[in-house]
C-alpha cells in the first residue's frame, strides 16, 4: 500500500529540550510531508549519553537521534516507500551531490554540516517541520527521536528487514554503527591484529563486535565496571582489565596492555567514555605505527604530551563509524538476522516516554548498556 500523501497535521508527545540540562514532556504539532520528506510514526528510540548532552545545548529541541518507526505519510516526491514499512533513521542524511558524498565520505555531507547552504540546501525538514507553543521547533541531528512523530528527508531512512523488532533496530541508528563502522570502515584491521577498547558501554560494546566481526585474535576490554567487562565478554573481547580507581596515571593499565602484547601495544586503541581527559590514552596503548580512534565525541580542553604521537602513531576521530547508510545498514540488519550482530545483548531495559528521566540516569549511573524508549501506540497510527 503506498504511503499517504497529503495527510493532515499530526500532534504527539515529545521530549522537550530546556537548554539547562533538563526537558519535559509535552504534545507537538507535525505537519505533513512535502517534497521528499518521510513522516515516521516512531516505535522504539535508543538512548545515548549525546541525548544528555543535548538537554544543555541552545534550544529548545526535540530530543533523541536513534530511532526506528514506520512509514505514516510521504510526500509527493517519494515513490519507494510503502504504508507502514518499518524503517530506520539516521542522522548522516547525505545530499549524495557535494564532494564528501560523491568520494565516499557521507558521514560528513556538506549539506548536512551547513557548507555551502546556498547550493546545497539543508538536510533538515522543510520551514515550520515542527510546532510547539504555536512556535517552531527544530529537532536533534534533524530527527528528534524521542517523539510520537517525526518528519525527516527522505535520505534518513533506510527500509528494515522485518525479522528485526524495532526496539532493536533502533540502536543501529548511532551506537551501533559508530562503534562497529568505526572498526571496520575507519580502522580496518585484519584477522590477527591486536584491539583494546576503553569504555564498554553502548558504543565500546559495538567496537568490540566490529573486532569479532573482523576476526581480530585479541580483543582488550577495559572498564572501571566488572558488569561491562562482563558483557564485553559475551560480545567477543578475549582479555579484560578491571582499571583501579587509583590508577590515575594509567601507567599500570599501560604495562597491563604491554603485558599481553609481547612488550608492544596494540595494534589498535578505542576510546569509548566520553571523558575527555581519556580521549587521548589510546596513543599510549597502541603499538609504534599503531592507530588510536577516539569514537566517544569527548568535549573539552585537555593537555597532551606531543611524545605520544610519536613512531608513526595515528589518531583519527571519525564521525559516525565512516557511516555510509546504503553500504552500511543492509549489512548490519543481515549480519542481525543472521546472529553475527547480537543486538538483543545490548538493551539492558526498556522505558516508556514517561521515564525517560529514569532511562538517562540509569544511562548515567552505567546500570544499562543501552537503554531504548518504546513506543506502544506507534504501529496503531498507520
Known amino acids: 500500500m503506498r504511503a499517504l500523501e497529503g495527510a493532515g497535521t499530526r500532534t504527539g508527545r515529545a521530549a522537550i529540550t530546556d537548554g539547562k540540562g533538563g526537558f519535559i514532556l509535552d504534545r507537538v504539532s507535525v505537519r ?10 516512531l516505535g522504539a528510540a535508543g538512548v545515548c549519553h549525546t541525548d544528555y548532552a543535548s538537554l544543555s545545548w541552545d534550544g529548545p529541541l526535540v530530543a533523541g537521534h536513534e530511532g526506528a518507526g514506520w512509514v ?55 520551514q515550520d517541520h515542527t510546532m510547539w507553543q504555536g512556535q517552531s521547533i527544530e529537532r536533534a541531528f534533524n530527527l528528534g527521536t524521542f517523539a510520537e512523530f517525526t518528519l525527516v528527508r527522505r535520505s534518513a531512512v533506510t527500509p528494515l528487514l522485518p525479522e528485526i523488532p524495532l526496539e532493536q533496530a533502533c540502536i543501529l541508528g548511532c551506537g551501533v554503527m559508530t562503534g562497529v563502522g568505526s572498526v571496520l570502515n575507519i580502522a580496518q584491521p585484519q584477522p590477527g591484529d591486536s584491539l583494546a577498547i576503553v569504555g564498554c558501554g553502548g558504543v565500546g560494546l559495538s567496537v568490540v563486535q566490529g573486532a569479532r566481526l573482523a576476526g581480530v585474535s585479541k580483543i582488550i576490554a577495559i572498564d572501571l565496571r566488572q558488569d561491562s567487562l562482563d558483557r564485553a565478554k559475551h560480545m567477543g573481547a578475549t582479555d579484560l582489565i578491571l582499571v583501579s580507581p587509583s590508577d590515575t596515571s594509567h601507567d599500570q593499565l599501560t604495562a597491563q596492555i604491554k ?38 565525541g569527548a568535549h573539552g580542553p585537555v593537555e597532551v604530551p606531543m611524545p605520544w604521537f610519536w613512531w608513526d602513531k595515528r589518531y583519527v576521530t571519525p564521525l559516525y563509524g565512516g557511516c555510509e547508510p546504503d553500504r552500511d545498514f543492509p549489512r548490519l540488519m543481515r549480519w542481525a538476522v ?30 544499562t548498556a543501552k537503554g531504548v524508549v518504546i513506543f506502544e501506540n506507534g504501529r496503531s497510527y498507520v
Not at 72 to 93: F, K, Q
Not at 97 to 102: G, H, I, L, S, Y
Not at 271 to 279: C, I, N, R
Open 32 to 41: 505533513a510531508p512535502i517534497g521528499d520528506e518521510v513522516r515516521v510514526a
Open 338 to 367: 543472521e546472529g553475527a550482530l547480537d543486538l538483543p545483548s545490548m538493551i539492558s531495559k526498556t522505558y516508556r516516554l514517561e521515564t525517560l528521566d529514569a532511562a538517562i540516569d540509569d544511562m548515567l549511573a552505567g546500570r
Open 72 to 126: 505514516e505519510a510521504v510526500g509527493p516526491d517519494v515513490h519507494d516507500l510503502d504504508l507502514g514499512t518499518p524503517v530506520l533513521l539516521n542522522w548522516a542524511i547525505p545530499c549524495g551531490q557535494c564532494k564528501q558524498c560523491e568520494t565516499g565520505h557521507a558521514n560528513i555531507c556538506e549539506r548536512s554540516h551547513g557548507i555551502d547552504p546556498e547550493n546545497l540546501g539543508s538536510s533538515r525538514a522543510g
Open 259 to 296: 603485558a599481553l602484547t609481547a612488550g608492544r601495544g596494540v595494534d589498535f586503541a578505542f576510546e569509548a567514555t566520553g571523558v575527555a581527559a581519556l580521549a587521548f590514552l589510546p596513543l599510549r596503548l597502541v603499538r609504534n605505527g599503531g592507530m588510536a580512534v577516539q569514537v566517544s
